[in-house]
């Protein structure tokens, strides 16, 4: 079946604008996390939804994002007044249940840059 | 507070040999530690996962050691080969918990 989706790939944006991330997980994943990669850098934990339970959002790194899953399925990353250092590439992954330690089916990323 | 350390200089190789890769952690009680590769321009792929309670894990070429005394993980690839040349990620997943913690990744080029 389809793997991870991400849109835009790439995503150009001023100083100060907002930018919307979506991501399709692969049909029948409970689990879906966000995490950001710097150039060089590892993966850098931002949040996670699982089923119906309240996400953890214990790693966005300002009020300035946010993120949803409606239905269960496709979730969106919104980062509002944008800022360089949110240059990055944005990557969001699947699992198909959460006991912990599942694998996670990764997107491509959507590289964002903010000029 | 919480660290994972993997050698941050490339590793280079000649095909055919064994290549190891490290991932040393602090202030950290992982239940799973996984292993990732990741091509430029991708996302990363899973490759193996082992548990707090196993001490090396297999599959095919790739070897997985946890040792949770010394907080580390060894990552093999044996017999290695040009198409293995990648940056290969270490994650841990707390107990009780199921956030992702992800190393920077160790580049191996792998020269034929």
């Known amino acids: 079946g389809a793997g991870v989706s991400q849109s835009p790939s790439n995503k150009v944006t001023e100083k100060g604008k907002d930018v919307e991330l979506r991501c399709d997980p692969i049909?029948?994943?409970?689990?879906l996390y966000w995490y950001r990669q710097s150039l060089g850098q590892g993966l850098e934990f931002l949040i996670y939804?699982?089923?119906?339970?309240?996400?953890?959002k214990s790693g966005l790194p300002s009020d300035r994002f946010s993120a949803e899953r409606t239905g269960g399925s496709v979730s969106t990353l919104t980062i509002q007044r944008t800022q360089q250092e949110d240059s990055a590439v944005y990557l969001c992954a699947s699992s198909l249940k959460m006991t912990g330690g599942d694998e996670q089916y990764f997107g491509p990323g959507t590289r964002l840059t903010v000029t | 507070s919480q660290k994972i350390e993997q050698n941050s200089e490339a590793l280079n190789i000649q095909e055919g040999k064994t290549a190891t890769l490290t991932c040393n952690y602090t202030?950290?009680?992982?239940?799973?530690l996984q292993w990732y590769r990741q091509d430029p321009g991708r996302g990363p792929v899973f490759l193996l996962l082992?548990?707090?309670?196993?001490k090396e894990k297999r599959k095919e070429r790739l070897k997985v050691t946890f040792d949770t005394t010394l907080k580390q993980s060894l990552f093999h690839i044996t017999a290695s080969q040009p198409a293995d040349s990648a940056t290969y990620l270490c994650a841990l997943v707390h107990t009780g918990g199921f956030k992702t913690i992800f190393g920077a990744g160790t580049r191996l080029f792998v020269k034929a």
């Open positions: 049909s029948g994943h409970t689990a």
């Open positions: 202030n950290y009680s992982p239940a799973y």
């Open positions: 939804f699982q089923g119906n339970s309240a996400p953890d």
């Open positions: 082992i548990r707090e309670n196993e």
